[in-house]
């Protein structure tokens, strides 16, 4: 029994974040796939035409802070939110991973299809309106975080260690995201000059990269939800056994 439970709990520790580094090297290139920054500042700098520098900088620095705010909320208490609905981790992880690796992969078919709707979500919303007003409404939701985001963000934050420092490894995710609304910044503020630099076709090459990354990511935690599931339903068996 003392065996077979220890070879458990190694395992199921093999199968998850094995370190804080770890954490961070999952965390930031999938929430940087699925926000996709460069991307998405090309529309940015279609859907601010014709406005100021100092407007489109400071929506720029809006935008990105309700980013942060945005996937900080979806990792420190999106899993308490599912949770008290009922919904385990595994099942999280199962649902997380099979969201974001379907959505990977119509990112990596079509990157222009997606750029067309975050354009449309964009542009429809802003003309005739005041620009700085609408820096939360469409432009952070639904246009750089959207669901698929606050659903990675969630399941990144149901990856934490079953006994160990949480709050650190939290903050570890916390880094990460961050990180990410500030390259959110940087992007769009310098969105005419990275437009110039990388184009449309170097913008969609970039996106379909990040776009197997973050394929290969939802593989991963859809592949761990399952192998949670399984190391505990052989641990009931166990234990119905003996």
């Known amino acids: 029994m003392t065996a077979h439970a220890?070879?458990?709990?190694?395992?199921?520790?093999?199968?998850?974040?094995?370190?804080?580094?770890g954490a961070f090297l999952m965390a930031f290139p999938a929430l940087f796939s699925i926000v996709n920054p460069l991307g998405a500042a090309?529309?940015?700098?279609?859907?601010t035409a014709g406005h100021d520098r100092r407007t489109c900088v400071a929506l720029a620095g809006q935008v990105a802070f309700y980013s942060a705010m945005l996937m900080l909320a979806s990792i420190w208490i999106g899993g308490l939110v599912l949770s008290f609905f009922g919904i385990t981790i595994d099942a999280l992880r199962i649902a997380?991973?099979?969201v974001v690796a379907v959505r990977a992969w119509s990112l990596l078919q079509a990157p222009e299809?997606?750029?067309a709707r975050k354009q449309a979500q964009a542009?429809?919303?802003?003309q005739g309106a005041n620009l700085m007003g609408q820096a939360?409404?469409?432009?952070?939701?639904?246009?750089?975080?959207?669901p698929g985001t606050i659903a990675v963000a969630i399941a990144l934050g149901s990856e934490g260690p079953p006994a160990g420092p949480h709050i650190v490894f939290y903050g570890v995710l916390s880094i990460a995201a961050v990180l990410v609304a500030g390259i959110v910044w940087a992007a769009y503020a310098y969105a005419e000059q990275l437009l110039y630099l990388l184009g449309k076709t170097g913008t969609r090459i970039v996106s379909r990269l990040a776009a197997?990354?973050?394929?290969?990511?939802?593989?991963?935690i859809l592949i761990t939800g399952v192998q949670g599931v399984v190391l505990s339903t052989a641990h009931a068996v166990m234990t119905m056994a003996n």
């Open 123 to 126: 542009s429809g919303s802003t």
């Open 136 to 146: 939360f409404f469409p432009l952070t939701m639904p246009f750089t975080v959207g």
């Open 6 to 21: 220890g070879l458990l709990t190694h395992f199921s520790t093999v199968v998850g974040l094995p370190s804080l580094s």
């Open 113 to 115: 299809t997606e750029e």
């Open 42 to 47: 090309l529309i940015f700098a279609q859907v």
């Open 96 to 98: 997380g991973g099979l």
């Open 212 to 220: 197997l990354i973050l394929l290969s990511i939802g593989v991963q």
